[in-house]
T-cell receptor
Framework: GDSVTQMEGPVTLSEEAFLTINCTYT??????LFWYVQYPGEGLQLLLK?????DKGSNKGFEATYRKETTSFHLEKGSVQVSDSAVYFC????????FGAGTRLTVKP | DVKVTQSSRYLVKRTGEKVFLECVQD?????MFWYRQDPGLGLRLIYF???????EKGDIPEGYSVSREKKERFSLILESASTNQTSMYLC???????????FGPGTRLTVT
């Protein structure tokens, strides 16, 4: 069945560092891909999405490109802030929604 | 903005109690979902519903049931709570078709 694998955390960075969180997927057909973010004590919020190959999703300085050839959707941000500390989930939507295990990011001042 | 609300943010129940978790969405979405979230396991789908009175089992339905009497409301029921059901429960909704899901704030349930 469909599945999502994302890098294990936790990830700890200093403010203004470059962020990459890796995500790869296994799916038949052409799934849509998402990154969700969960701030402490809250539910998941959609961060960005891409619906077809080579699409780039972007929001709040975060970006991810749908790479069908490598079945990947890595999340990147050029300069993280303390307020980006959260858990990030990669997800795919095909026949149903599948989530990765989540990656906890802590950004230190 | 889509709004998904859950009846409680925190809940403490005793083993054997019947527990109701309620979820309401205000965007006329056809699909509604219940997940549980546990550290290292991500989100696991318990049940979903694509229409009033319709329900489908997800990956981990054992020990749970659901009710959808109105389009905007989806309830998760723990018939007899057990300690291994201590978890964060997340409700979500989406439009019919391949659209993103919108989540509520979650209910952290502790069963003692």
């Amino acid at each position: 069945g469909d599945s999502v694998t994302q890098m294990e955390g936790p990830v700890t960075l200093s403010e203004e560092a470059f962020l990459t969180i890796n995500c790869t997927y296994t799916a038949t057909g052409y799934p849509s891909l998402f990154w969700y973010v969960q701030y402490p004590g809250e539910g998941l919020q959609l961060l960005l999405k891409a619906t077809k190959a080579d699409d780039k999703g972007s929001n709040k300085g975060f970006e991810a490109t749908y790479r069908k050839e490598t079945t990947s959707f890595h999340l990147e941000k050029g300069s993280v802030q303390v307020s980006d500390s959260a858990v990030y989930f990669c997800a795919l939507l095909n026949n149903d929604m599948r989530f990765g295990a989540g990656t906890r990011l802590t950004v230190k001042p | 903005d889509v709004k998904v609300t859950q009846s409680s943010r925190y809940l403490v129940k005793r083993t054997g109690e019947k527990v109701f978790l309620e979820c309401v969405q205000d965007m006329d979405h056809e699909n509604m979902f219940w997940y549980r979230q546990d550290p290292g396991l991500g989100l696991r789908l318990i049940y979903f519903s694509y229409d009033v009175k319709m329900k489908e089992k997800g990956d981990i339905p054992e020990g749970y049931s659901v009710s959808r009497e109105k389009k905007e409301r989806f309830s998760l029921i723990l018939e007899s709570a057990s300690t291994n059901q201590t978890s964060m429960y997340l409700c979500a909704s989406s439009s019919l078709g391949r659209y993103e899901q919108y989540f509520g704030p979650g209910t952290r349930l502790t069963v003692t």
